[in-house]
């Protein structure tokens, strides 16, 4: 199951094979990198293949990584990616060999909004340290399972297992395209787009679209943000990390547009994605990105709408589908 795998960054490895087993039909060659990445290319349909076009969904999860046990077995941590204090408190982990351990604080001068990390550790119910089955350096994932609301679902890593989910179901879809296709399920994005960095260099692509996940606005005394669940895929217009090549974002809205896609126009102010690396590999990259709005992002229990993950798949089809023009 692709929202529930286990895949920290730098640990894709289990993930990586849920993915190629959904991919491996849906492409001419299917190829790993040095780094990891998981590279699929579809071949252009027609005499004159338009554009190399690199699409990206990561497929690592922000989680912890041990760094000290103690003599009663309690596990220190580092964070791997954007993990916060206030979200671990009474949630649980996940180690690659099945252990499950639960976050705990320590109750010196402790409060609840302050909470450090250093002040925390990973409970596994041990006796002691001695023989612990858990090493130093061991990653581990958040551990929720995946829970369907009907119009609306939640996992442990909608991002960017909705985005994985998004461009597996675009290969699906998309019968022929006049474009060279490369979808990318990139690692190590939490820690610093650094699958996107090395694969978007061996791509080389003409244009690049990264599918990931983005904040909304639409919660209690939420920031203010024109985004909201429900209401279409977002068209990134600018992040903490990129603007949106002009050119390609207004080719998705004009893709959307034609084909009665609803659509939402994204300015994240923290943030960004694997089209942050894409946009300046080589000599640079036209990079846009399709988003998909999830509430709780960087927490145990993110949520999504599905009708924007389907119209997220219809706007990548839509887009794929015809010659780009980019001016
Ligand atoms: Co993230
Ligand atoms: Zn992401």
């Not at 858990?134 to 399972?145: H, K, L, T």
């Not at 998309?174 to 939490?190: N, Y």
């Not at 927490?299 to 924007?308: H, K, R």
Request: proline share 4%.
């Amino acid at each position: 199951m692709i929202a529930e795998a286990y895949g920290p960054s730098g640990h894709e490895h289990i993930i990586r094979e849920v993915i190629r087993d959904e991919i491996k039909s849906l492409a001419d060659e299917v190829r790993v990198d040095a780094l990891g990445n998981l590279i699929a290319h579809r071949k252009a349909v027609g005499a004159t293949p338009r554009k190399k076009v690199m699409l990206a969904a990561h497929m690592d999860e922000i989680g912890v990584m041990v760094t000290h046990i103690d003599e009663k077995g309690f596990l220190r941590f580092a964070s791997l990616g954007g993990v916060f204090a206030n979200t671990l408190v009474g949630h649980r982990c996940r180690f690659e060999n099945g252990i499950i351990g639960a976050f705990g604080q320590e109750k010196k001068n402790s409060s609840r909004t302050e909470t450090q990390l250093d002040k925390m550790f990973i409970d596994i119910g041990a006796r002691d340290g001695k023989n612990s089955p858990i090493n130093v350096g061991d990653a581990a994932g958040f551990w929720r399972e995946f829970t369907d609301l009907g119009d609306r679902m939640i996992a442990k890593t909608m991002d960017d297992r909705i985005g994985c989910a998004v461009l597996i179901e675009t290969l699906r879809q998309l019968k022929k395209s006049p474009h060279e296709i490369f979808a990318v399920f990139t690692v190590q994005e939490e820690v610093g787009v650094r699958g996107a960095t090395t694969s978007a260099f061996g791509v080389q692509p003409d244009v690049a679209i990264a599918i990931d996940v983005t904040d909304t606005g639409d919660t209690p005394e939420s920031n203010t943000m024109a985004v909201a669940l429900g209401k279409g895929p977002a068209i990134k217009v600018k992040d903490s990390g990129m603007l949106a090549h002009r050119g390609v974002k207004t080719a998705l809205i004009t893709a959307a547009q034609e084909n009665k896609i609803p659509y939402q126009l994204e300015v994240l102010t923290g943030g960004s994605t694997d089209a942050m690396a894409m946009q300046v590999s080589r000599e640079g990259v036209p990079a846009g990105v399709v988003s998909i709005p999830t509430r709780y992002v960087h927490t145990p229990s993110e949520m999504v709408d599905f009708d924007d993950a389907q119209n997220a798949v219809k706007l990548l089809v839509a887009f794929l589908g015809k010659p780009i023009k980019l001016d």
